[in-house]
């Protein structure tokens, strides 16, 4: 499933990029318009519709796969669910209390870039093998 959005997402992005393009090609062919309509003194803005409309198409198109992307990233994150920061287990996304240990989901929260142990999110020292808490074997970094 992940591996899907992610494909969806990189081609939703990758198909905005090619309209944002087109949306600026468009663009500069209304402005070389436009510029060589006042120049020759003979605007007509019936002249201008044409590529007015297909830059509102292209901004439709655009907001379209934009809210896509923001869909699947949703769908990605509710699919993750949450997990348990006493034991590590995966849990519903609005569960309150844990399905294994039945703590409260809202646990102790590190303080941002201290080391924690990725089975049960509870602080760590640098250099530890094991987890003090669960007990989950660490990954050493290289």
């Keep these: 499933m992940a591996q899907k959005g992610s494909e969806s997402t990189y081609r939703l992005k990758q198909d905005i990029k090619k309209a944002e393009q087109r949306r600026k090609e468009t663009y500069m062919a209304l402005g070389v318009r436009v510029y060589n309509l006042i120049k020759?003194?003979?605007?007509?803005?019936?002249?201008?519709?044409?590529?007015?409309?297909?830059?509102?198409?292209?901004?439709?198109?655009?907001?379209?796969?934009?809210i896509a992307i923001e869909k699947i990233k949703k769908?990605?994150?509710?699919?993750?669910?949450?997990?348990?920061?006493?034991?590590?287990?995966?849990?519903a996304p609005r569960a309150k209390f844990c399905p294994n240990c039945g703590k409260d989901m809202k646990g102790p929260v590190a303080e941002p870039g201290t080391p924690v142990c990725p089975r049960c999110?509870?602080?760590?020292?640098?250099?530890?093998?094991?987890?003090g808490h669960c007990g989950k074997k660490l990954l050493k970094k290289k």
Excluded at 45 to 66: G, M, Q, Y
Excluded at 77 to 90: F, L, N, S, W
Excluded at 125 to 131: K, L, P, Q
């Design 40 to 66: 020759e003194g003979k605007i007509n803005l019936e002249e201008l519709e044409v590529p007015v409309r297909e830059i509102d198409s292209i901004a439709e198109e655009i907001a379209t796969k934009e």
């Design 75 to 91: 769908e990605k994150k509710a699919a993750r669910g949450t997990m348990c920061p006493h034991c590590g287990v995966q849990a």
């Design 121 to 131: 999110n509870k602080e760590i020292d640098e250099g530890d093998v094991f987890c």
